[in-house]
């Protein structure tokens, strides 16, 4: 963590140095990103008091989360540091895959979700995962040799045990071949993916080093919308959640109970595992129209662009929108760094992109 917190901010001097220099105009990104962190910290002086409760020590994660998107928005300011940011995921993803078979003992795949010999969230680690899983799809136009990377990183994803990344694995292979379907013939590419997909489901139910850590979480989840209703602890325990923090929203609607009051307002006591009713318990409409308001003019623009305008490269930074908003339905992210980052990436990759009069014109974004 040390180390981690030098480079950081040896990226943010650095990268603050060269924008001076350069002359470099802030982006509306930033804009939005003071406004919505300063509206949370501000909320620390109206955060509902009840003991064990610090909103005081939020303040510097909401400012590191400020930071890293201002700075990667100055920093990204064409699409050569674009594809630095881009491979830097997957090099840093290739580490953690490296790590995890190095610290995880082989008989622990397939019997426990890996990530926990690192003290890291295996659904974390998932996400991580699946998102890199995306962007080294969109390099496979460069070379075939990143579907490698796509095929490691599906696999290692499927051993988190995290659903939610697991339906987003999905969502990727079905998404990024509609993006490129350009003609009525090649519909016959859904035959293989097809053939893909329920590969996946397959493996993931039948196969038992799958289902130890996959399978048997889908099936929780899948039986808690079937007639008996019988859903594993895990979703039992965060639907309840969302229907505590919908009783909670109700009755402070506009400006919410102040930063980090969720887990302090029920009984378990838990954060809400729900990035939508974690900002409307804690910050109220206001505070969560800021926060998704951004999200989805970005992603009407970049689906604009990429299905009017026919700009390819879009289809990242609209894949990547649509998963973040499906991820945080089991997640808390507004103060998350990798979300953000890839957030400010797209916005990036937008702003870039959005003049562009024809994709065929421009050299290849990832080369």
């Not at 064990?52 to 928005?73: C, D, N, Q, Y």
């Not at 426990?112 to 996400?127: E, S």
Request: charged share 15%; hydrophobic share 55%; glycine share 4%.
């Amino acid at each position: 963590m040390t180390v981690l917190f030098i480079v950081q901010m040896l990226f943010f001097a650095l990268t603050a140095v060269n924008a001076f220099i350069s002359n470099y105009k802030l982006s509306h990104i930033c804009l939005w990103a003071l406004i919505f962190y300063s509206f949370c910290i501000l909320s620390a002086f109206w955060a509902y008091s009840v003991p064990g409760a610090e909103p005081h020590r939020w303040i510097m994660t909401l400012i590191k989360s400020f930071f890293l998107i201002f700075f990667v928005s100055l920093y990204a300011n064409k699409m050569r540091e674009v594809d630095i940011l881009l491979k830097g995921v997957l090099i840093g993803t290739s580490v953690l895959t490296v790590l995890l078979l190095v610290s995880t003992p082989l008989t622990e795949w397939g019997t426990a979700r890996i990530g926990r010999a690192l003290d890291m969230n295996q659904n974390n680690v998932g996400r991580i995962f699946v998102y890199a899983a995306l962007i080294s799809l969109t390099y496979t136009k460069k070379t075939k040799l990143y579907y490698i990377l796509f095929a490691v990183f599906s696999v290692v994803l499927m051993f988190t045990g995290s659903r939610t990344a697991f339906v987003l694995l999905l969502f990727v292979v079905v998404f990024f071949f509609f993006s490129k379907v350009k003609k009525g013939t090649s519909f016959l590419y859904l035959i293989p993916i097809s053939a893909l997909i329920l590969t996946l489901l397959y493996f993931s139910m039948n196969s038992e080093l799958l289902y130890n850590v996959l399978g048997s979480r889908m099936e929780g989840l899948l039986n808690f919308f079937s007639e008996d209703a019988t859903a594993d602890h895990s979703t039992r325990i965060r639907m309840e959640l969302i229907g505590i923090g919908f009783e909670l929203f109700k009755d402070n609607v506009l400006i919410g109970y102040g930063i980090d009051t969720f887990r302090h307002l029920n009984d378990r006591p838990l954060y809400s595992h729900n990035n939508y009713i974690e900002l409307l318990v804690n910050f109220g409409l206001i505070g969560t129209v800021i926060y998704y308001g951004f999200y989805l003019s970005l992603l009407f623009r970049s689906a604009y662009s990429l299905f009017a305008k026919k700009i390819e490269i879009m289809v990242l930074p609209v894949s990547l929108i649509i998963m973040i908003l499906v991820a945080d339905v089991g997640t808390v992210s507004y103060f998350s760094a990798f979300p953000l980052i890839l957030i400010a990436i797209s916005y990036k990759i937008y702003l870039l992109n959005r003049d562009t009069p024809d994709i065929t014109d421009q050299p290849d974004p990832v080369a």
